[in-house]
């Protein structure tokens, strides 16, 4: 069995749940799975379960609450007291569900501990007060509308861990100046960014291969955006609204494939930047020499073209005399 399906329902009678671990290969606990179990006061969720749908333990009143949080095992069912400013999520809880922090719109501080792998969609719908938001390196996916109109979103710090950002996760942060995308997310849903009027800058890395619709739909302050990908991923016209008064940052040799592609080319400038690595070479140490002696001569390029930068632990020895 891999999941449950809606089987345990609205089953008014079902008070502990601990068999749940004896679920040989349950992998996922489905939509509504455990809706409306008011007396459910205790379960036991598998470790082999690495995804648990929405609403899956709504209204279960009965289950335990912790630091005004009510958790179903490791996943954390929602906020009781949602006029609170400051939550702390307890260590060991792998999954933040759907509407958790929903409309607390006094949050202004919470800790995230690094045993969360999953945040759910419109985890923090809402949550309207200023915030700046770390999540942690073992989370893997933003849930659609996860942080969906957070107004006072300043500031987000997304892992290299996660792959996915959810369909208008961040729709409406309109406090966010910046956001850094890492390297290892490679899909981006449509609307993701869209109304983020305060956001002027974004790179985009290499290992983005879909951007949705409405990705930076009516982010109105955006005039920078940074490509890393020399190919052009395929965008739709609504994808980049404000493209006409943003320049387009692409790798070096990629400006023609960008200026013959639909909707990139309509940036309003499209640069081309170095994007080698700047590289350290560790070559063997030049001998002393007297002063007057002949000079050496040092190249100024490797083959492969990359400059190179000489340096002299002599700090009597100006930098300019490095190279001769």
Known sequence: MTDLGTVFREKNNIV?????????????????????????????IPSSVTNIGDVAFSSCTGLPVENNLRYADTYL????????????????????????????????????????????????????????ITIPSSVTSIGADAFHGCEGLTSITIPESVTSIGTYAFEYCTSLTSITIPNSVTSIGSGAFSGCSGLTSVTIPSSVTSIGTYAFEYCSGLTSVTVENPIPVTIEYFTFTNRSNATLYVPLGSKSAYQAEQHWKDFKEIIEYDNRLEQTLSLMEIPSKTYGDAAYTLPETTAEGLTITWSSSDTMLPPSAAIH
């Open 16 to 44: 502990l749940f601990d068999e749940l671990q004896y679920f040989t290969g349950l992998t996922s606990i489905e939509k509504y799975a455990f809706q409306n179990c008011s007396f459910l006061t205790s379960i036991t």
């Open 77 to 132: 069912v929602e906020a009781v007291d949602k006029t609170r400013t400051t939550y702390t999520i307890k260590t060991g809880t792998r999954f933040i569900g759907t509407y958790a922090f929903q409309d607390c719109s006094f949050l202004s501080s919470i800790t995230i501990p690094s045993s969360v792998t999953s945040i759910g969609e419109q985890a923090f719908e809402y949550c309207s007060s200023q915030i700046s």
